[in-house]
């Protein structure tokens, strides 16, 4: 993980931006609160101390929670009250989340007491900067989120940190006391006040930070995508003539023009394609896997702008319950309801499946010497004596395989809990854990489809690739993805060819010929 501190993100009661939750979660770049954060924070103190010394039971702030609400919980017991919800919800089971995950959680949550709309004094704010600034991670589980009331269960993990209570992850990577850690790095722990605690549990900070993470990375695999997508059409002599802009704009989608703008840039100036009606099986046209892949990468496109939308409306929310409103009032509300994000986590992870799937039609077109129109059978050597690259499909076909179980939304799933109080949940917790997996199987079977593809395009002798393709090849190899030759141990060169894919570098090295790609 690239832990350089690029830059400081200054948090205003406005919020944020996707690339600030970026740095802070992947690049540990520094927080610091505005001065107007700090007075909104001040401003809605003052309301929730004014009405923590009122003899009217008030939700959050004297009472107790959930099913328990009833319960006017007097000023003696408040305090403890407040430590008691943390403790309690901080249940989560199961492996730890991802460093990454925990600071956007973490960073996100800070995002909402910035607001100025949850009651939490200055001072809380600034220890949960100066948590994550000194690079402590808490330890926070998979399981114990069930995606309403937010994710409590984890950001009941990151609060008990700051009490200086259960175990976090330093700076050098060791899990140790929270207790401990927070001393080393002079940070003291918070003593929590009246609707505090429960103003650190009670967002979907989770979830739209997986989501935001999701978005970085399937742009850069869509664009992945579209390259592979030409190579594959050029190693198979295919046409360029399904890429012309006029027949996208008869049907204006504007992520499949973009799929094929990108498609037709990678491929300008090739000498492989439009041999298609050449040799002893000519085509009319291609096949579906070749022909239409911008209509499925735009659909993908699609879905991901609509994301964003949804993700840039809950990045200027204020997710709590209650929340401290501008004239004075504290009202409960139903905000922390995580389906919209749900949702679109959920479709992501459609789309992603549908994207690897036809990926990996493609890779083993290029595979069958009976569809590959002149390749050598697996793209072996000496096929027979050689298997080349039969089992990275198998590999693939595992993934796609995967991808479409990871696609069944977990959105249309809820169960009721807290004495059926909480009874319709979103569990887009879980839609985001299956979501980071379908990424990264999605770059793997991108990954599998480029290795196939450069392969495929150096055994067409006599014929010259595109300048892109050649810039996409040269690249590849110098990063250790070997090119075609006897059968050798095959999981290096893959494990290569994604770190190719996942870098970004695959996409880089086309856009030194093509220019940027949509």
């Not at 850690?181 to 918070?190: F, N, Q, T």
């Amino acid at each position: 993980m690239d832990m350089q501190q690029p830059h400081t993100v200054v948090l205003h009661p406005t919020g944020t931006t996707p690339g600030d939750v970026l740095a802070v979660a992947r690049h540990r770049a520094r927080v610091e609160l505005a001065p107007d954060a700090v007075a909104a924070l001040e401003r809605a103190r003052a309301t929730v101390d004014a009405l923590a010394a009122k003899p009217e039971p008030v939700y959050g702030v004297s009472t107790g929670f959930g099913a328990l609400a009833s319960r006017h919980i007097g000023t003696e017991l408040r305090a403890q009250l407040q430590r008691n919800i943390v403790r309690s919800h901080a249940a989560g089971m199961g492996p730890r989340v991802e460093r990454e995950v925990v600071r956007a959680l973490m960073f996100l949550r800070l995002k909402t007491v910035c607001s100025g709309h949850t009651g939490v004094r200055p001072e809380v704010a600034r220890t949960m900067a100066d948590v994550l600034n000194a690079g402590i991670t808490p330890v926070v589980h998979e399981y114990g989120s069930l995606g309403c009331s937010g994710d409590l269960a984890p950001l009941s993990h990151c609060a008990l940190t700051l009490m200086g209570e259960g175990d976090a992850e330093g700076p050098d990577g060791s899990v140790r006391p929270a207790g401990e850690l927070l001393a080393e790095h002079g940070i003291a722990p918070v003593e929590l006040r009246e609707k505090e605690g429960l103003a650190l549990l009670n967002g979907t900070d989770g979830m739209l930070g997986m989501l935001l993470m999701a978005l970085a990375d399937l742009r850069t695999l869509y664009r992945s995508a579209d390259v592979t997508a030409a190579m594959t059409l050029e190693a198979l002599l295919g046409t360029d003539k399904v890429l012309r802009p006029e027949l996208h704009a008869i049907r204006p989608q504007p992520g499949q023009a973009v799929a094929a703008a990108n498609m037709a840039a990678v491929l300008k100036g090739s000498g492989l394609v439009g041999h298609f009606q050449a040799g002893e099986a000519p085509r009319v046209q291609d096949a579906y896997s070749v022909r239409c892949a911008p209509q499925v990468a735009g659909a993908g496109r699609d879905t991901l702008a609509h994301a964003e939308r949804v993700a840039e409306n809950e990045l200027a929310a204020a997710v709590d319950n209650p929340v401290v409103l501008p004239d004075g009032r504290v009202e409960s509300n139903g905000n922390f309801h995580g389906a919209p994000v749900a949702y679109v986590l959920d479709f992501l992870a459609i789309a992603a499946a549908d994207l690897g799937s036809i990926a990996e039609r493609r890779t083993d077109r290029l595979l069958d010497r009976n569809r590959s129109h002149g390749l050598p059978a697996f793209l072996a050597d000496d096929a027979g004596v050689d298997s080349g690259l039969m089992i990275a499909q198998y590999t693939q076909a595992a993934l796609v395989s995967e991808m479409k179980r990871l696609a069944v939304p977990a959105s249309a799933d809820s169960i009721p809990s807290s004495a059926m109080q909480e009874d319709h949940v979103s569990m887009g917790w879980s839609a985001a854990r299956k979501l980071r997996t379908a990424v990264e199987n999605l770059t793997r079977i991108v990954a599998v489809e480029m290795y196939a593809a450069t392969r495929a395009v150096e055994l067409r002798e006599g014929l010259t690739p595109a300048p892109a393709t050649r810039a996409v090849i040269d690249a590849a190899r110098a990063a250790g993805v070997q090119g075609p030759g006897p059968d050798r141990y095959l999981a290096p060169d893959l494990a290569a060819a994604e770190a190719f894919v996942r870098s970004g570098a695959l996409v880089a090295a086309a856009e030194t010929v093509t220019g940027p790609l949509g």
